[in-house]
């Protein structure tokens, strides 16, 4: 195929498994043999292909850095008549970042023949040399800045903080690159120039989100954090390489999928190879990465864009794929689509006409409660298959949360790898006994009833009864439980004492079902339901746990398999009486409201106190901003007063108790871009935090009592819920 | 005082609270207002003064920065009469970081009669004009690059990313700054000129460890990092602000404690002034503040050193403090220091004469043990107080680990709030039941004894005899727990159990007393014994443990308060017969080497990896890089196959299942600069790595078996212990 009019690219769509450069170099070459075999001239791989991202400390490693250098060199080696361009670390070993560790970059790699190129020399001299551009190897190359480019790898401009990735502790940026070199960061916006079937190829490469969003102008750096808003903004912004010096654009990627993210993903890189006419190629990759705390999915959906922005190509979401694509030389317009039949997993070509840019990516067209359950179904069986468990234990209450999870993990393991248990204590209804087995049997899973309240009387009595000894005085004295303390008891009963060994008996992990309205306030139990080896609906809020059982039930299972009765009883950990809910007591969160004030404490890019709040309230639209229901507020609160005290209430537990819950609570699998641990970074400080401003508004909003109208939208009132008591260690 | 040919500075070493700027600057004013009274002409307080430092995504509430900033306005107004030297943020509105959030910096501000000093202004009308800088406002000036220093404050050149403070993913740095304004770095380090008493004073403000370590060389930026090695070298170099330019350096800063710092902290800032040939002021804080996971302790031992390097006053480690000394209106030589008899904790200067640099610090001057027990005791005493909790409950086994937890509770909380409980298995020796009842004894806390065979074999009964039904075929089965699994039963009913219920009874918190050893190869029981609020020995290694224990007795106590026979016992879970202590059987470690091995895997700057231990195993100096006994590997081990098998056995682990449980543990509280959390990131990627230089290595190591004799240091061969089984959970 060389030689011919067309620039045949293979998307090497791969799966990345962090901190396994000998498994991504295996496949990588598998990859690249594949794909000169079916004729392709260049083979894109993503960021950071070798090494992965998400690795901790890992980057500290000399060990792993050389590893990765030689398995790079590998790559480079094996680019016999193709051309690859792949993500992998830089290492400047004669160089140290800003802390003294030794200088890494993420970098672009471009390869053909055997020999890297990119290095300044190369665009020195111009057209036709890149296939010959030196013996320089990856990484250890010592050049100045006497070149346009001093390195035969371009640097990432600007690093991610977000999504657990924590470059900057690594990584040293483009934009300190620069800067070292007293070189405006434009400067650094080069070109790889590349010749390919007899013509030269000027490849504009860009690393991740923060090379497309960031670039030459120096007043404005929207990238990096997931914001829509800005993001919107960004998608008219030029890049920093500029469209006349480059015939197709390269954005290598590993961004992971997030519900605020990927579905703009395409639309805005349509948008920027339709504003630069030139071809655009977006590479990420699937598979998991995680920062320990946090789980993150990557969802692929690469694609390539015609210079009118049209797409030529776009891959499945989470699924492993090596696509073929055909530019024309001239870049744009652009030539069909090719869907080679040996590329499995690939989809045809998306020529979308007219304004509305249609993609085929899963992600993009599909609904947001489908692409959670794509994402944590994915979750879920990836995480499994990285520490090598199949099984799983699923305390089931007959209540949503864990109903949803069985489902799930039915779903991703099949219903004899599930082991799903009721423990009832005496607190536990006959309604919800019997849709916990309804359920079960719907699933067709491994059940068990096994009851705690026998255990929990035996601890009760045990500790009660214990002999406490001064032993300084010689004065004996007992303690005793509350009724309070007796509901964190049955918690840990049915989470540290039977699950904990019935998973090790079943040779499976324990599945933590809190959802993210309670991870937030720590509304549960340490040592007992916040137990677990994944917290796999603990990104998602209160509602969305709703739908996404409705889904289950209409599109997945296509039945009934949630009992209707699992979806309409109040939501209620029943451990007490105060929580009965045959009388339909339950939770003292009402979700509609709740849910919505809780997302806006930990959104993005800024983050709300109850300043906000309050001023929110004041002005009239606190329900537009933090988007719940119009007069939901008015109808749940009987007075401004109960509403401050309801904010200051949960503001505290979200401030104090939820934090020392959520340090030692599971990893949770992310699909928000908002998630705790990798989004949302805390520390323990004690007391909730007021500002002064906010005492201020407090009182002028406790002032409002003496007028009973409400400055918030009105709407009919409805009677206040009941606030009962919520559990806590 | 004013007027005089002294400069009388006051050195405010508070306690700051993180994420309380409203206290924070309630003392502040209070300490002006004592300074002034004292007759201070100057007061300098210490880095991020007003937020704190370690805040999380505190730092993203614009909320949050508003009110600091309102403070800071406050601290300037309360500046009549007095020079006030504070840390805050300083935000610029108008701007954006890299990634989008609004600009901030960590800044110094110096203000004088109700204005901030520091602009670029001042700079360019020269002497004289400090007092009356203008009207600009901390934090909102909008000054373009036309002045020498663009800001009414000073930005924090090179910014931190180790204990926890992961400051780039909130702040812009002075490097960044520069570059945006096309200077040199060194073109931002201008003092800040002050006329006091009819002098004018030439100020060079540093912020923090970086801004003295990095400073205007282009090439080398070691600071940020605890590495001993840089850090001597860096003593040598100049500091960014030039000696002729300056009067008076003054850094201010919010450093924790570490062992592998502080002791060189006061050295090197003492080398630092006798260089300048210009007094040093360095003001740190007292305090804890933490990143979620790993808690740091500050321990203040602010200092101010003449311009020869003696030190003029020293103040107290972990004590809030607010001092006096006098400086000479040339800067060198020093004046005699003076000590208010009304600043109380103030230590009285330090003449010393000679090279040795002699310092007042505790830290300095003592034994590292004791520095440690300082720390941890400060640290829990204030930690408990954040929470607002005053009582622990600890579960005694006769062991080390929890005799030395026992200890330091009962001396920072007192006797009558430590409840002790032993709960003794089938497997619980009398030996070691003796020796947790003696030391209890000694301390005269409370005292309880709650077996729990009785419990256990009623969980395991109940496990082995559920009838788990397979919904899909009808069939019935049972399970059945191990021997192994019934040593994680046992764990998990003394904490989640036992232990939980009894601290919630007794108002108190349990204390996890896992150490480093434990906790890097995740032996323990997830849980069970990783149960608590803090893992105060989770930074300490097995054999600091028992230093720690030796300290108790012949320092703290003055008494063998903690029995010989724990000290002397093999350490052990007791959970099965394989670890009867009767017997000699124990823990699976020999920790005079393993200790020192996962030091490696852990240590700074250079995180070794099984690739870096073969190397030094076949170059025959493993011993010594790592620091264990020279000898010790090969009475340990009796072929290199049983050395590699070792090796390979705890890198799983570590990588392992360690991860996964670190990620559920409790906070730790940090005494090395290598603490798992803020100084240690990870993710959990499932199978350990091995380089592909490892496997090369090992084989060469696998042929030696043909020759009997040990590439390492020759040594008196002993025989090799066993290696018995670990629990895993």
Request: proline share 14%; no cysteine; hydrophobic share 30%.
């Given at each position: 195929m060389a030689g011919s009019s067309f620039l045949t690219i293979a998307l090497a769509q791969m799966e990345v498994l962090p901190g396994r450069p000998d498994l991504n170099t295996a496949k990588m070459l598998a990859m690249m043999k594949k794909a000169r075999w079916e004729g392709a001239q260049m083979i894109v791989f993503p960021e950071m292909a070798i090494p992965g991202r998400l690795l901790g400390d890992v980057w500290k490693q000399t060990a792993f850095l050389r590893d990765c250098e030689e398995y790079g060199r590998q790559v480079v080696a094996a680019s016999r008549e193709i051309c690859v361009i792949f993500g992998n670390v830089a290492v400047e070993w004669q160089k140290k970042n800003e802390d003294g560790q030794v200088r890494k970059y993420n970098a672009c790699f471009v390869a053909k023949d055997g020999s890297l190129c990119g290095a300044g020399s190369c665009g020195d001299s111009g057209a036709g040399s890149a296939g010959n551009c030196g013996t320089c190897n990856g990484g250890s190359n010592s050049a100045g800045s006497h070149f346009p480019y001093p390195y035969p790898f371009r640097v990432k401009t600007v690093l991610a903080t977000n999504h657990g990735l924590d470059e900057r502790r690594y990584f040293c940026s483009g934009r300190f690159l620069a800067a070292e070199l007293a070189?405006?960061?434009?400067?650094?916006a080069v070109p790889v120039e590349v010749e390919i079937g007899g013509r030269l190829w000027r490849l504009g490469c860009m690393i991740g989100k923060g090379d497309l969003d960031c670039p030459?102008?120096?007043?404005?750096?929207?990238?990096?954090?997931?914001c829509p808003g800005d993001r919107e903004n960004n998608s008219d912004k030029d890049p920093a390489l500029k469209k006349d010096d480059v015939d197709l654009y390269i954005n290598i990627a590993g961004l992971p999928f997030t519900l605020t993210d990927s579905r703009m993903r395409h639309r805005r890189l349509s948008s920027l190879a339709g504003k630069c006419g030139k071809p655009l190629i977006y590479l990420n990759h699937t598979g998991i990465q995680n920062c320990g705390k946090t789980i993150y999915v990557f969802d692929g959906a690469s694609a390539v864009f015609d210079g009118e922005g049209k797409a030529l190509c776009t891959c499945p979401s989470f699924q492993e794929t090596l696509a073929f694509v055909k530019l024309s030389p001239s870049g744009a317009p652009a030539a069909p689509a090719t869907t080679p039949a040996s590329s499995s997993g690939l989809r045809s070509g998306n020529h979308a006409a007219g304004s509305d840019i249609a993609t085929g990516s899963d992600i993009a067209t599909g609904s947001d409660i489908a692409a959670v359950y794509e994402a944590l179904t994915y979750g879920i069986e990836r995480f499994m298959r990285s520490i090598g468990v199949s099984r799983v234990v699923i305390g089931l209450s007959g209540g949503i949360d864990s109903a949803v999870a069985a489902c799930l993990y039915t779903q991703v393991l099949?219903?004899?790898n599930v082991l799903l248990v009721n423990m009832p204590s005496a607190y536990n209804s006959a309604t919800t006994k019997n849709l916990a087995a309804r359920l079960a049997q719907n699933l067709g899973t491994l059940y068990a009833v096994i009851p705690i309240q026998e255990a929990v009387n035996y601890t009760v009595s045990q500790v009660n009864s214990a002999t406490i000894t001064n032993l300084s005085t010689g004065a004996s004295f007992s303690l005793e439980l509350t009724p309070f303390m007796i509901e964190n008891v049955q918690a840990r009963d049915r989470f540290s004492r039977i699950l904990a060994a019935l998973a090790a008996a079943f040779h499976g992990v324990i599945s933590c079902n809190g959802n993210k309205s309670e991870l937030t306030i720590g509304y549960s139990t340490l040592y007992g339901d916040l137990c677990g080896f994944l917290a796999v609906l603990a990104d998602l809020w209160k509602h969305q746990v709703y739908e996404l059982a409705t889904y289950l039930n209409?599109?997945?299972?296509?039945?009934?398999?949630?009992?209707t009765g699992i979806i309409e009883i109040v939501p209620s950990a029943?451990?007490?009486?105060?929580?009965d809910v045959d009388k339909g007591l339950g939770d003292p969160l009402v979700y509609p409201y709740h849910d919505f004030l809780f997302k806006a404490f930990v959104g993005q890019p800024e983050k709300a106190t109850p300043e906000d709040i309050l001023t929110w309230y004041l002005g009239g639209e606190l329900e537009k901003r933090i988007g719940c229901r119009i007069g939901l507020v008015e109808s749940i609160f009987k007075t401004p007063a109960a509403f401050v005290a309801d904010l200051e209430r949960w503001w505290r537990s979200y401030c104090g108790l939820g934090v020392a819950k959520r340090l030692q609570a599971p990893p949770v699998l992310a699909v928000s871009g908002q998630a705790y641990g990798g989004d949302h970074h805390e520390a323990q400080n004690g007391e909730a935090y007021f500002t002064s401003r906010y005492y201020k508004l407090k009182e002028q909003i406790l002032a409002l009592a003496a007028h009973p109208a409400h400055p918030a939208h009105p709407a009919n009132p409805a009677p206040p819920l009941p606030l009962s008591h919520h559990r806590e260690k």
């Open positions: 070189l405006p960061v434009a400067s650094l030459g102008t120096e007043e404005d750096y929207p990238g990096g954090i997931d099949g219903p004899e209409d599109t997945v299972y296509r039945q009934e398999v949630i009992p029943e451990l007490s009486p105060a929580q």
